[in-house]
């Protein structure tokens, strides 16, 4: 019967040590009956015994789960944002964190009658996407572009760019350490987004057994976790129009690092923006008038 395979599977996940065995047998249940399985249970909808494309849907799943796998690739999707995005394996999974970024971008350009954006290491293409949706709703033109360079991650980046195609993102095959300079010159950016890979030796050698599994280049930065902002922030400056944001996403002990990267290329206004829960979570600066990168794409 069904209810017996749920309480199997709550029991099989906290006999894996998985913490929140109870949300994560609702959520995998969610996904193999529907969204209201708990009322369907209640009201006897479910006395039945599963079929055997259930049972094995649930068996392929808790044992990928048992096994480390993050739930979010195990069911192959993540909210962000209220949106539902397509993740799995190769793709960062949004995290909540990353709202910080999306509200920040939001704020900031909110009040132009049209905005030009490009989100740099994409992945899943959560926050252009969110930013899409809220210059949306707000009636503001925009025209945002996605960039992604790995392919895995770029599979998924199309995906939900596809799913969310009223929104209009544009996607791009991009290296976002390594443009062309046709890539960036003249674009006249009212912002770039970016989160990029920015965790260190040492983050990287005290992964969550769950984080293991998602992408080395999406979450290591370098030695130091900084290599993404000092380049960025050089590299897409001509990108910008003159008085252009740039906002990243930082690890909570990088604030001053970062800010001080910004400042060093000139950027003006740089500040931290901090998360729900007080940590510093963004960082910022703004390009303005007459500035020009002194980086040179000829060599
Ligand atoms: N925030 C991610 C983590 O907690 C890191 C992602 C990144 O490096 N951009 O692991």
């Known amino acids: 019967m069904v209810k017996d395979c749920y309480a199997s599977v709550k029991k099989r996940l906290a006999q894996a040590g998985i913490e929140d065995f109870s949300f994560e047998t609702d959520v995998i249940f969610e ?8 009322l369907d249970m209640m009201i006897g909808r479910l006395d039945r015994k599963a079929t055997d494309s259930e049972v094995s849907r649930l068996n392929s799943m808790v044992e990928r789960r ?11 999707k993540w909210e962000f944002y209220g949106m ?3 993740v799995g394996d190769g793709v960062l ?13 939001f704020e900031l350009v909110r009040q132009k ?14 926050i252009a996407l969110a930013l899409a949706e809220l210059l949306n709703k707000n009636g503001t033109q925009y025209k945002i572009t996605a960039a992604e360079l790995y392919d895995k991650a770029f599979y998924y980046l199309e995906k939900n760019a596809d799913r969310y195609s009223s929104l209009n993102v544009r996607v791009q095959k991009l290296d976002a ?13 009212d912002i770039i987004t970016c989160n990029p890979p920015y965790l260190d ?5 005290k992964l969550q057994r769950e984080v293991s599994f998602e ?20 590299v897409w400056k001509n990108a910008l129009t003159d008085g252009g944001y740039i906002v990243f996403e930082i690890g909570y002990k990088q604030s001053k690092a970062v800010e001080s990267i910004l400042q060093g290329e000139g950027y003006h206004s740089v500040r931290t923006v901090s998360d729900s829960t007080e940590k510093p979570r963004v960082v910022l600066g703004q390009k303005t008038c007459g500035s020009r990168s002194e980086y040179d794409f000829s060599d």
């Open 201 to 205: 030796d040492e983050d990287m050698s």
């Open 113 to 126: 009658s049209s905005v030009r954006a490009t989100d740099l290491c994409s992945g899943s293409g959560c």
């Open 215 to 234: 992408p080395k280049t999406a979450l290591y930065g370098s030695s130091d976790g900084l290599d993404y902002y000092r380049i960025i922030s050089r």
């Open 177 to 189: 350490l390594n443009p062309d300079s046709l890539a960036v010159n003249g674009l006249d950016l």
């Open 93 to 105: 999974i949004p995290r909540q964190d990353t709202e910080t970024l999306v509200d920040t971008a």
């Open 84 to 86: 539902e995005l397509s």
């Open 66 to 76: 048992c096994k480390g796998e993050p739930l979010q690739y195990v069911i192959g």
């Open 31 to 38: 996904e193999v009956f529907s969204r209201s399985f708990k």
